[in-house]
Nanobody
C-alpha cells in the first residue's frame, strides 16, 4: 500500500522558516516526479513546487520562487520543502504528491500538514 506522510507543519511568525518532509512508502519513487501543493479553505488546491527524476530539475510557483526549495533523498524515499521568509499568504494545508513514473500525472497524495504564518 502506497503512503505519503507529510510532517513539519506548524505555526510560525512572518519571516520565519519551516521545513516540510514527505516520507513515501509502499514502493520506490526514484523515477517519479514529486510535488508539493497547498490549499486554503474555499480555494482550489494550487501547485507550489516539483522535483523531477533528475534532482537538478525543479519547478516553482512564481509566488514562492526564491523563498522555497524542494529537494529529495531517493535513498530515504523522502521529499522536502524548505520554506523561508514565510508570509501570511503562505498559510495553507500543504500536500505532498507523487507520480507513478516520470511524465505521468500525480497519482498519490498525502493527507496534508497545516502551515500557519502569523503576522
Amino acid at each position: 500500500q502506497v503512503q505519503l506522510v507529510e510532517s513539519g507543519g506548524g505555526l510560525v511568525q512572518v519571516g520565519g522558516s519551516l521545513r516540510l518532509s514527505c516520507a513515501a512508502s509502499g514502493r520506490t519513487f526514484s523515477s517519479s516526479t514529486m510535488g508539493w501543493f497547498r490549499q486554503v479553505p474555499g480555494k482550489e488546491r494550487e501547485f507550489v513546487a516539483a522535483i523531477f527524476r533528475s534532482v537538478s530539475s525543479t519547478r516553482y510557483a512564481d509566488s514562492v520562487k526564491g523563498r522555497f526549495t524542494i529537494s529529495r533523498d531517493n535513498a530515504k524515499n523522502t521529499v522536502y520543502l524548505q520554506m523561508n521568509t514565510l508570509k501570511p499568504e503562505d498559510t495553507a494545508v500543504y500536500y505532498c504528491a507523487a507520480t507513478r513514473n516520470s511524465g505521468s500525472g500525480y497519482a498519490y497524495w498525502g493527507q496534508g500538514t497545516q502551515v500557519t504564518v502569523s503576522s
